[in-house]
């Protein structure tokens, strides 16, 4: 049996009964060998594959493959803005001042802040608010502001004061349009109102209807509730010079006292 020799055997010794202690005359036919168990030298193997401070040699190189990418970008931002300082103070000044008014006026021109041209202006157009009178000599037939907060005439065209009319003074395809809300105090399953617009022309002894809309059905199925409903009119029309456009609506009475809640107004297409 072979054993590493570098290690020294420990000495046999026999003992009698009375506890003496003897060399032995013949040595034992075992030579004790001292070894490390199978754990210790794979433990010991595995230290031997780590590198320093207990890290893999393949750990350590793609930590510092990714410190050297990093590093990379930021050189090559670095090199990016250089560049762009050194563009800029290439750049005259009126030249770059140039084009960042032109970059940030672009938008407000579309979004409609051009002066308004002179055709504009002239164009024929008007748009008036409602004026709540609780008794009327004209029945159904509407009147309105045309001096109160955004209202206002343009290219000729005239609101009536005396019957409420809006008329116009060159012939042509216009857009009319008028919005009204009433407030039902007691509503009810039947509760209607009607809504409509109408011209008087010259050769004509009764008035032309343009648009109309009946409103019926809109209160809940119970009763003695109050409840708000509205109407919108709005179309191309086609009116000839000195046309005079109505808005008519029943139950006056019951129009809302919201001062923007009720209009009228047209403009030449």
């Avoid at 708000?228 to 009119?233: A, R």
């Amino acid at each position: 049996m072979n054993c590493d020799q570098r290690y020294p055997f420990p000495q046999v010794f026999l003992v009698d009964e009375g506890g003496g202690p003897r060399h032995s005359a013949q040595a034992p036919n075992l030579v004790p060998c001292w070894s490390f168990p199978p754990a210790v030298e794979k433990m010991r193997s595995r230290g031997k594959s780590r590198g320093c401070m207990g890290v893999s040699p393949s750990l350590a190189m793609v930590v510092l493959m990714l410190f050297l990418l990093v590093f990379a970008a930021l050189g090559f931002e670095a090199w990016q803005i250089l560049q762009i300082q050194k563009k800029m103070k290439d750049t005259p000044a009126d030249k770059v001042e140039l084009q960042s008014v032109t970059e940030f006026d672009a938008p407000l021109k579309q979004i409609g802040l051009k002066p308004q041209s002179e055709e504009d202006k002239n164009r024929p157009a008007a748009h008036v608010i409602g004026r709540i009178e609780k008794e009327s000599k004209l029945g159904n037939t509407l009147k309105w502001d045309s001096k109160v907060g955004r209202t206002f005439t343009s290219g000729g065209v005239a609101y009536r004061a005396e019957d409420g009319a809006l008329q116009v003074n060159k012939s042509g395809l216009y857009h009319i349009y008028t919005r009204v809300e009433l407030i039902f105090r007691q509503c009810t399953p039947s509760s209607s109102f009607e809504h409509s617009v109408f011209v008087r022309r010259a050769g004509y002894s009764s008035p032309l209807t343009l648009m109309q809309a009946l409103r019926v059905g809109f209160c809940p199925q119970y009763t003695g509730h109050s409840w708000t409903s509205e109407s919108y009119l709005g179309s191309a029309q086609q009116l000839q010079k000195d046309d005079k456009v109505f808005v008519n609506v029943t139950h006056r009475s019951l129009l809302s006292h919201t001062h923007y809640a009720n209009f009228f107004g047209l403009y030449l297409l």
